[in-house]
């Protein structure tokens, strides 16, 4: 009885050993059809949406950046419409690119903090996340790139600014996470509200469309659990980045109708924004201004043009959108309003609001980022542009190290 035991034991532990040592191969190959318990997906659509949701966001941050924060008259003048995706001759700076020259479908921070919020949540358990360990992620981040500057070469001067861009990309952030994760919340007041100058900032919707991945279909507990994450964010800014992981919650969904994901900016309100005094949900009045702008706009609509820089649609939603621009192009109210119109006016249709925001201009690798997230999740990765998708998927692996894949085949792995 012992003896039978023993090699009972030995048997389940080889068996434990073997099933965690899969190959990425392997492991692609068990995302299989099976209904999963939590939600109304099967694992296969799962992945589909995750990597949607990763690769619509890098497509919108690859298309943007060779043009991030000129106007539209530079744009059209060097490139007449961006339609597809080009090579970043452009400097380096912290919150951009950090190769110079990248090719066609390199992507800058918009990317890179979803690749940072992935990693995080995909170690986590439960159904609710801890701010203080997504803070605590960031400012280790910051720690352990600001340690290696003392393991360069000072012959090697070039090395030190590649590590600089590192650095002073986190900078800011890590500046409001140590008060924050000391708990001296005197500070951590007086960080925040010097956090990129004061400026109510986009900061949260960098990283709050991918938590909608981890709460499936139920965008109440997103958005509760993003705002509780947006701990750099101030004002309504904090409730559009909850709105943001709400409405890639809701695009979770098969057979849905696009419509839905703008309903939880009327539906879902847990920290009572539409009770504010004298001033309600600045949230509900931006969808507001965007129905606004593309029903105006597409009065204007001739038939005979096609879509690009002569349609006087476009041009007549363009300069409606001027009209609310504020002074800061990264202002999350600004950025929004941008992303709700280019759904709208476009019936939601993928590759035209990429197209609209990289060609409207100003923050627009961030808008068509944010815009490519929610998308790239209602759509999935297999009904993305295929000259699209797998360059950037590419691209980013062969000269970033950033294997979009991966990423999401441990995310489906962990959450299920």
């Known amino acids: 009885m012992y003896s039978n035991c023993k090699l009972l034991i030995t048997y389940l532990a080889l068996t434990l050993i073997l099933f965690s040592c899969k190959t990425d191969k392997e492991l692609e190959e068990s995302i299989t059809d099976k209904p999963l318990s939590r939600v109304d997906l099967t694992e296969a659509e799962l992945y589909d949406k995750v990597l949607g949701m990763m690769v619509g966001s890098a497509i919108g941050d690859a298309m943007g950046t060779p043009t991030e924060m000129w106007t539209r008259e530079e744009i059209w003048m060097e490139y007449g419409w961006v339609s597809k995706l080009d090579s970043m001759v452009r400097e380096k700076s912290p919150e951009g690119i950090w190769e110079a020259n990248l090719p066609a479908g390199g992507t800058t921070d918009d990317t890179r903090w979803k690749v940072l919020i992935m990693e995080y949540l995909s170690q986590q358990n439960g159904n609710t996340l801890n701010e203080s360990k997504w803070v605590r992620k960031i400012y280790e981040q910051y720690q352990n790139d600001l340690s290696r500057f003392k393991q360069l070469n ?187 119109t280019a759904m709208l006016f476009t019936d939601f249709d993928f590759e035209q609001s990429m197209q609209f925001l990289v060609n409207y201009g100003r923050d627009n690798d961030t808008t068509a980022s944010l815009a490519g997230a929610i998308l790239g999740t209602y759509y999935g990765f297999e009904r993305l542009p295929d000259h699209l998708k797998y360059k950037c998927l590419d691209t980013n692996k062969e000269m970033l190290g950033i294997d979009m894949e991966a990423l999401s085949k441990h995310f489906v792995k962990n959450w299920r």
């Open 154 to 340: 000072p012959e090697q001067p070039e090395d030190f600014e590649a590590q600089q861009l590192r650095v002073l990309w986190l900078q800011e952030w890590a500046k409001v996470s140590k008060p924050f994760l000391d708990n001296d919340l005197q500070k951590y007041a007086g960080a925040l509200n010097k956090f990129y100058g004061g400026e109510m900032v986009c900061g949260g919707l960098l990283y709050g469309p991918a938590i909608g991945l981890f709460f499936p279909q139920d965008p109440e507990k997103a958005y509760k659990e993003a705002f509780k994450l947006s701990i750099f964010d101030i004002g309504y800014a904090k409730d559009l980045s909850a709105l943001s992981a709400a409405m890639v919650s809701v695009a979770m969904q098969r057979d849905l109708d696009p419509q839905h994901m703008l309903e939880v900016i009327r539906s879902t309100d847990p920290e009572g924004y539409f009770d504010s005094r004298l001033v309600g949900r600045v949230a509900y009045r931006i969808l507001r201004q965007a129905l606004s702008i593309s029903q105006q706009a597409k009065q204007e609509k001739n038939e005979d043009v096609p879509f690009g820089k002569e349609d006087p649609s476009v041009k007549k939603a363009f300069e409606l959108l001027d009209e609310q621009q504020q002074d800061m192009p990264f202002h999350a109210g600004e950025i929004f309003l941008q992303v709700l």
